[in-house]
């Protein structure tokens, strides 16, 4: 059973920082491209960064460039997908989800070519 499981949102003041994680098994998710995206409620989900099977490549979101870092770990049979967020704004305020896109060579920043997804997570950002 294919799942993706994301951990680490809460509560965070403006300027503070949060790691978010994300667990994926139940297939061979090493050769993927992962990706964090991002929604608000009457809003489309957006993208965040995303970063390719190897680790060699990534790719962030204007919005988040310098602040966010994305991270992966394919050491194991459940891939863990992590992202640093530093100097949190209050417009970071969102459910976080991560998914993956079965191309693992190309760094998408379209949410149509993630096929699999997480549940999200909740992050919210005091002023």
């Known amino acids: 059973q294919v799942q993706l499981v994301e951990s680490g949102g809460g509560l965070v003041q403006a300027g503070g920082s949060l790691r978010l994680s994300c667990a994926a098994s139940g297939r061979a998710f090493g050769s993927d491209t992962m990706g964090w995206f991002r929604q608000v409620p009457g809003k489309e989900r957006e993208f965040v960064a995303g970063?390719?099977?190897?680790?060699?490549?990534?790719?962030?979101a204007d919005s988040v460039k310098g602040r966010f870092t994305i991270s992966r770990d394919n050491a194991k049979s459940t891939v863990y997908l992590y992202l640093q967020m530093n100097s949190l704004k209050p417009e970071g305020t969102a459910v976080y989800y991560c998914?993956?896109?079965?191309?693992?060579?190309?760094?998408?920043?379209?949410?149509?070519?993630?096929?699999?997804w997480g549940q999200g997570t909740q992050v919210t950002v005091s002023s």
């Open positions: 970063i390719s099977w190897s680790g060699g490549r990534t790719n962030y």
């Open positions: 998914a993956t896109d079965t191309d693992g060579r190309v760094v998408s920043a379209s949410r149509f070519t993630y096929a699999y």
